[in-house]
């Protein structure tokens, strides 16, 4: 065990016994999602470098404090990638926060989730001790797979040391496609395509512009472009396009930012599910489960809304950092929590508040 950890060890045992609540934080890019962190910082950075890498058997470990930007390079390298696209939000973005947060870009409906590549972690917990789970290969769960609760926590559960994660080859190909179709029409499209056998991995719509990307094979890419029609985009331009919407640096999520609306919603829903119908601007992803939606509604009947159609709304960036940001949970799933909690950080060190009050 290095000196480093042994030192955050004794950080923790003391934050025990004093009752001091503990601000888990990488480089800080994600510092905007949930709800406001509390306590003193521990800072995860120095504990970083890649442990081992076997681009045959696609499965990287990796220190929690390892720049993402940096682990994405020596992926490149080898034609791999991370294949939920997580977005960075700023240079400063650890693998460690990537995990944390649990956040993946326009790839996601496709290739998976972030929780979906997570083989093994291993983990500080909220007693002072070391605990690692799962491992490098993809069938070595028998029970409770750990590994991908830790996808996601936000840092409630324990201090995230170092991750093993499942990379894929870059596609061969790929190309960036744009229709002109209104939101009802786009969203039924987006289901159709879905149900054939094409290589999508991303969509996009907004304001009656619906951009599509294929990736994989040369022969199965040129075959989808000829089927689906459309106008393409120079690879260029649809590099910066993508990159636009995983980063949320550019049109819609740009405006976001500088404060143009107060909330940027974030909504999960059946793909299927008909057009919101709520005040504000929207930005269709994941071939309609993820609509990102910029408005002023109250909270109450936007969720009330959201729910009336099979999902839920996370109020991603901006409003009030002390409310609910999470789609409140019915009573037997929150009993899950708080469970899951006492098991890991009985005194509640790590991060309390932050995805749940009184969590």
């Known amino acids: 065990m290095s000196d480093l950890i042994e030192q955050w060890r004794e950080r923790v045992r003391a934050a025990v016994a004093a009752n001091a609540p503990l601000e888990l934080r990488g480089g800080g890019t994600k510092a905007f999602y949930g709800r406001k962190p509390a306590g003193d910082v521990l800072d995860t950075r120095a504990h970083c470098?890649?442990?081992?890498?076997?681009?045959?058997?696609?499965?990287?470990?990796?220190?929690?404090?390892?720049?993402?930007?940096?682990?994405?390079?020596?992926?490149?390298?080898?034609?791999?990638?991370?294949?939920?696209?997580?977005?960075?939000?700023?240079?400063?973005?650890?693998?460690?926060?990537?995990?944390?947060?649990?956040?993946?870009?326009?790839?996601?409906?496709?290739?998976?989730?972030?929780?979906?590549?997570?083989?093994?972690?291993?983990?500080?917990?909220?007693?002072?001790?070391?605990?690692?789970?799962?491992?490098?290969?993809?069938?070595?769960?028998?029970?409770?797979?750990?590994?991908?609760?830790?996808?996601?926590?936000?840092?409630?559960?324990?201090?995230?040391?170092?991750?093993?994660?499942?990379?894929?080859?870059?596609?061969?190909?790929?190309?960036?496609?744009?229709?002109?179709?209104?939101?009802?029409?786009?969203?039924?499209?987006?289901?159709?395509?879905?149900?054939?056998?094409?290589?999508?991995?991303?969509?996009?719509?907004?304001?009656?512009?619906?951009?599509?990307?294929?990736?994989?094979?040369?022969?199965?890419?040129?075959?989808?472009?000829?089927?689906?029609?459309?106008?393409?985009?120079?690879?260029?331009?649809?590099?910066?396009f993508w990159r636009s919407v995983r980063e949320q640096d550019d049109g819609f999520f740009a405006s976001t930012a500088t404060g143009a609306e107060s909330v940027l919603w974030r909504l999960s829903l059946p793909s299927s599910a008909a057009p919101l119908k709520l005040p504000g601007s929207q930005f269709i992803e994941w071939g309609g489960a993820l609509r990102w939606l910029r408005s002023d509604a109250p909270a109450a009947s936007l969720r009330e809304r959201v729910a009336s159609l099979g999902g839920h709304a996370t109020a991603f960036r901006g409003g009030d950092r002390e409310a609910d940001i999470f789609q409140p949970l019915p009573a037997p799933l929150m009993a899950i929590h708080r469970r899951l909690k006492t098991a890991f950080d009985p005194v509640g060190i790590f991060n309390p508040g932050r995805l749940y009050h009184g969590l």
């Open 49 to 240: 470098g890649v442990v081992n890498y076997e681009p045959t058997e696609l499965v990287v470990t990796v220190r929690a404090g390892t720049p993402l930007a940096e682990l994405e390079a020596l992926l490149a390298e080898r034609k791999q990638m991370l294949a939920f696209e997580p977005p960075h939000f700023g240079e400063g973005a650890t693998i460690g926060g990537c995990v944390a947060a649990g956040l993946s870009g326009p790839r996601r409906a496709t290739a998976g989730a972030v929780r979906d590549f997570v083989l093994g972690v291993k983990i500080l917990d909220g007693r002072g001790e070391v605990l690692s789970f799962g491992g490098q290969v993809m069938k070595n769960v028998a029970g409770y797979d750990v590994s991908r609760v830790i996808a996601a926590s936000l840092g409630t559960l324990g201090l995230i040391l170092d991750v093993s994660l499942k990379v894929l080859p870059r596609p061969v190909a790929e190309t960036t496609l744009r229709f002109e179709l209104n939101e009802a029409d786009a969203i039924a499209r987006l289901n159709e395509w879905g149900a054939q056998p094409l290589p999508l991995s991303g969509s996009a719509w907004h304001e009656g512009t619906l951009t599509l990307r294929l990736s994989g094979a040369e022969a199965a890419v040129r075959a989808g472009e000829r089927r689906l029609g459309g106008e393409a985009l120079p690879a260029a331009v649809a590099d910066a």
